[in-house]
């Protein structure tokens, strides 16, 4: 059974950085590539980064192009993300997600994390 677990989130002030770990456990993690997404109250869903399992390629929506970086350590079977200079509006729940490519649409993924609330606020 594949389990993804998130973690890392929390309450930060604006301009501060958190690092969002997503543990697979359940499938082989090399060949899967990884999603993180983020829904806030009375939004949809939104696709954030994902890390490609075999061409090693990332991809980041603009929204956090330059602030965000995403990275995997495959012998633990995790993705990070690291949020740096985070804002108000990145206050949301947070979700990784597998699948064996990146896809632009999040139904797509079949596995997802239970998400991991990050709040930015002063």
């Known amino acids: 059974q594949v389990h993804l677990v998130e973690s890392g989130g929390g309450l930060v002030q604006p301009g501060g950085s958190l690092r969002l770990s997503c543990a697979a456990s359940g499938l082989t993690f090399n060949y899967y590539s990884i999603g993180w997404f983020r829904q806030a109250p009375g939004k949809e869903r939104e696709g954030l980064s994902c890390s490609h399992s075999f061409n090693g390629s990332t991809y980041y929506a603009d929204s956090v192009k330059g602030r965000f970086t995403i990275s995997r350590d495959n012998d633990k079977s995790t993705v990070y993300l690291q949020m740096n200079n985070l804002k108000p509006q990145d206050t949301a729940v947070y979700y990784c997600?597998?699948?064996?490519?990146?896809?632009?649409?999040?139904?797509?993924?079949?596995?997802w994390g239970q998400g991991t609330q990050v709040t930015v606020s002063s």
């Open positions: 997600a597998a699948d064996v490519a990146c896809w632009g649409d999040s139904k797509k993924y079949d596995y």
